[in-house]
């Protein structure tokens, strides 16, 4: 009787050693069949012993997926393999007291996948973490190019507003060069003077504008931006470069204009001398701002169309929808008449009234 027990435990022992290193091999295959593989390492431990590491580590992998009825699933048949294994491996017995080892084995189990779903959690938030980091740096980029656009838009705006203007004087007395023949030369001389001191200033404004463009500008154009004040200044230039301009403003003393209106209001104005100047040089334009704090500001630019002339200079094109953007961006509208009787610009800004 004891050689037969003997061959038993040798057939049992190789077909333990035979199933564990079967287990040992299948684990690997895990992540891509995690509950048939966790099922049937977990029920070899009924017959192998060995099989119980790799049964542990497919069944915590398992339960971090957090799909909780397959947790459940692989809980109990690997409980109730590890109980069975007492009553099949030879020489042993559950005994009198299988409720311990029954006891144990579904404590040990528990805890197994509880401790596998806690690490599929921490997964799950470091993930969504990193992904929040993601979208929060890709939300970040795009607010940095949209305002990197933004500033180029504005940019752009402010170098046409500003070298139209003063290229459109260059081309007016350069045209005025070419076509009167009988100058005297002084006056051939002062007209000289004025162009060169235009294009000077021209440049000047370029550069400022180029600098604030390149990344790496250590000196950037600082130069205030102009506001309503500064709007007789602007027309005596006009005036002094042969323009023939009515200026009337009547706005409400008692309350300051606001910076992006003024500055609107600056621009409006230049837009329309400088459409002037290009398509109906020698025309009188007239120029009327009215406002009143609570009502808005007005602007009107209104000339007259020139006889039989060509524009002094080509146009782009992008005056007005330029002044519109500003328009629009302060919170104002803008309306242009163009008939056969002449050009009007109109411009509405918000004026709030003081608090």
């Known amino acids: 009787m004891a050689p037969r027990e003997t061959s038993h435990a040798h057939v049992f022992l190789a077909v333990d050693i035979l199933i564990g290193v079967a287990a040992y091999v299948a684990m690997f295959y895990r992540r891509r069949w995690p509950l048939a593989v ?63 080892p029954l006891g144990f084995g579904i404590a040990v189990t528990i805890a197994m996948m509880a401790v596998g779903m806690y690490i599929g959690s921490r997964r799950e938030l470091v993930f969504t973490l990193r992904e929040r980091a993601r979208q929060a740096e890709a939300q970040q980029e795009l607010r940095v190019e949209s305002a990197r656009a933004a500033e180029r838009e504005r940019i752009a705006r402010e170098m046409h507003d500003v070298l139209a203007h003063r290229i459109s004087m260059v081309s007016m007395h350069a045209g005025a060069l070419a076509f009167r023949q009988d100058l005297p030369a002084e006056q051939v001389r002062e007209t000289a003077a004025l162009i060169q001191t235009s294009a000077h200033q021209a440049l000047t404004d370029l550069r400022e504008v180029l600098g604030v463009l390149r990344e790496d500008a250590e000196v950037r154009g600082d130069r205030p931006q102009p506001t309503l004040g500064d709007l007789p200044g602007l027309v005596a230039e006009a005036r002094a470069n042969g323009m023939c301009v009515d200026l009337a403003v009547e706005v409400d003393p008692t309350v300051p204009v606001p910076d992006q209106a003024g500055r609107t209001v600056y621009r409006v104005v230049q837009e329309g001398l400088t459409n002037a100047r290009k398509h109906a040089a020698g025309v009188r334009v007239e120029v009327s701002v009215v406002g009143t704090a609570g009502d808005g500001v007005e602007v009107w630019v209104r000339n007259r169309r020139g006889f039989g002339q060509t524009p002094l200079a080509p146009g782009s094109g992008l005056g007005l929808v330029g002044l519109r953007e500003r328009a629009e961006l302060a919170g104002g509208r803008l309306d242009v008449d163009d008939d056969r009787e002449g050009f009007a610009l109109h411009v509405w800004l918000p004026w709030p009234a003081a608090a």
């Open 38 to 100: 966790a099922l049937a390492i977990n029920a070899a431990t009924l017959i192998s012993g060995l099989a119980a590491g790799p049964a542990v580590l497919t069944a915590v992998s398992l339960a971090t997926r957090r799909v909780y009825w397959q947790v459940v699933l692989v809980g109990v048949v690997g409980a109730a393999a590890g109980f069975g294994y007492l009553y099949v491996e030879p020489g042993r017995g559950g005994g009198p007291n299988w409720w311990v």
